[in-house]
T-cell receptor
Framework: QKEVEQNSGPLSVPEGAIASLNCTYS??????FFWYRQYSGKSPELIMF????GDKEDGRFTAQLNKASQYVSLLIRDSQPSDSATYLC?????????????FGIGTKLQVIP | DGGITQSPKYLFRKEGQNVTLSCEQN?????MYWYRQDPGQGLRLIYY???????QKGDIAEGYSVSREKKESFPLTVTSAQKNPTAFYLC??????????????FGDGTRLSIL
């Protein structure tokens, strides 16, 4: 079982729709959860982070965390063609005196005009 | 502007050659990281450093070496022992608080290819 699992996609949604990106993780000790957006050929860019169970909203983005189910998701409302990118889920825990971060393979999102 | 600068953007390696990728940050971050990204795979950790003059191996350190002589700098050398070096290399940095709550921020990356 991979430590952080994401469906590689592509996930295609029409412009204006809600895109739902999902991520599951295996280590119950995981403490922090991050979503990065990566455009083709570019480096990852942090867009959201969440530490506690529940929802966290920032503009059109909502991160949702359910530690009991070991599940974190990212919702993108009113999807735009500029949202087309790969979204990486990253899971962090403090272990052995350092921050261990594990990334998923990313979900490719395509927003269709 | 504060940020992480990686150079060069593209690098070509001849067989048997060592090459060094530069990473400099002016964010005053304590921790710095090197990742490798291959198509269809997540980011894989090569080395990380939390303080000057100290660094630790990540999951795929074989064939790589690093140094951390200054807080701002964390260069990565890809040695001739790394038989499959073609990849996108990403340097990241973060604040180190001792708790798992500080995100990593990335440079623009270096694309390394074999000649």
């Amino acid at each position: 079982q991979k430590e952080v699992e994401q469906n590689s996609g592509p996930l295609s949604v029409p412009e204006g729709a809600i895109a739902s990106l999902n991520c599951t993780y295996s280590d119950r000790g995981s403490q922090s959860f991050f979503w990065y957006r990566q455009y083709s050929g570019k480096s990852p860019e942090l867009i959201m982070f969440i530490y506690s169970n529940g929802d966290k909203e920032d503009g059109r983005f909502t991160a949702q965390l359910n530690k009991a189910s070991q599940y974190v998701s990212l919702l993108i409302r009113d999807s735009q063609p500029s949202d087309s990118a790969t979204y990486l889920c990253a899971v962090m825990l403090a272990a052995g005196g350092y921050q261990k971060v594990t990334f998923g393979i990313g979900t490719k999102l395509q927003v269709i005009p | 502007d504060g940020g992480i600068t990686q150079s060069p953007k593209y690098l070509f390696r001849k067989e048997g050659q060592n090459v060094t990728l530069s990473c400099e940050q002016n964010l005053n971050h304590d921790a710095m990281y090197w990742y490798r990204q291959d198509p269809g795979q997540g980011l894989r950790l090569i080395y990380y450093s939390q303080i000057v003059n100290d660094f630790q191996k990540g999951d795929i350190a074989e064939g790589y070496s690093v140094s951390r002589e200054k807080k701002e700098s964390f260069p990565l050398t890809v040695t001739s022992a790394q038989k499959n070096p073609t990849a996108f290399y990403l340097c990241a940095s973060s604040i180190w608080t001792g708790r798992a709550n500080q995100p990593q921020h990335f440079g623009d990356g270096t694309r390394l290819s074999i000649l």
